[in-house]
T-cell receptor, first 108, second 117 residues
Framework: SSELTQDPAVSVALGQTVRITCQGD??????ASWYRQKPGQAPELVIY???DRPSGIPARFSGSRSGNTASLTISGAQAEDEADYYCNSRDTNRIHVVFGGGTRLTVL | VQLVESGGGVVQPGGSLSLSCATSGFSLRAFTIHWVRQAPGKGLEWVALVSGHGHNKFYADSLKGRFTISKDDYNVFLQMHGLSFEDTATYYCVKEHMTGWPNLEHWGQGTLIAVSS
């Protein structure tokens, strides 16, 4: 089965740019989606199909993919962006969904 | 769009529980619905999906055949048997984005299952 790997924790200074990455073999074939989860809340889709933003998600959120790595970039991080971020994608060989382990973003 | 989970609670190891997800604001026949769970303090884990017409159902390997997903015109269900401590989690019902899986757009608020003796 496929696996997606994320750094457990990342920090960024207020107003600076941060990139959160997600690695896995399935990303060579399939795009990733990204989710933001604030404490005590359900996850929220912030990027789908690698780089598309749902309505209501600020333009400072962007996504990209290169090789086996998908990236979520927050340009000009705000205090409210402090959260856990998860990537997901399709399993390579089956109709299964795979999640990364999550990255805790701290805005300093 | 709304998804409202119910049915969570405390259950003993080896027990069974059935979760429901009441949907509104969209046609359930047109969208695949997923269950995703999150153990306390842990990450997200995909559990299962059911297609809009209900014919296609897929499950995470880790469930070992203990869970069954089903649906009617307005609700999605998750029947769980042989529950163990590792099944303790918040269970989310999630609607796919119109572009399809694995883009999970609308999440319910979750329902908590605690497996405890």
């Amino acid at each position: 089965s496929s696996e997606l790997t994320q750094d457990p924790a990342v920090s960024v200074a207020l107003g600076q740019t941060v990139r959160i990455t997600c690695q896995g073999d399935s990303l060579r074939i399939f795009s990733a989606s990204w989710y933001r989860q604030k404490p005590g809340q359900a996850p929220e889709l912030v990027i789908y199909n690698e780089s598309d933003r749902p309505s209501g998600i600020p333009a400072r959120f962007s996504g990209s993919r290169s090789g086996n790595t998908a990236s979520l970039t927050i340009s000009g991080a705000q205090a409210e962006d402090e959260a856990d971020y998860y990537c997901n994608s399709r399993d390579t060989n089956r109709i299964h969904v795979v999640f990364g382990g999550g990255t805790r973003l701290t805005v300093l | 769009v709304q998804l409202v989970e119910s049915g969570g609670g405390v259950v003993q190891p080896g027990g069974s529980l059935s979760l429901s997800c009441a949907t509104s604001g969209f046609s359930l026949r047109a969208f695949t619905i997923h269950w995703v769970r999150q153990a306390p303090g842990k990450g997200l884990e995909w559990v299962a999906l059911v297609s809009g017409h209900g014919h296609n159902k897929f499950y995470a390997d880790s469930l070992k055949g203990r869970f069954t997903i089903s649906k009617d015109d307005y609700n999605v269900f998750l029947q769980m048997h042989g529950l163990s401590f590792e099944d303790t989690a918040t269970y989310y019902c999630v609607k796919e984005h119109m572009t399809g899986w694995p883009n999970l757009e609308h999440w319910g608020q979750g329902t908590l299952i605690a497996v405890s003796s």
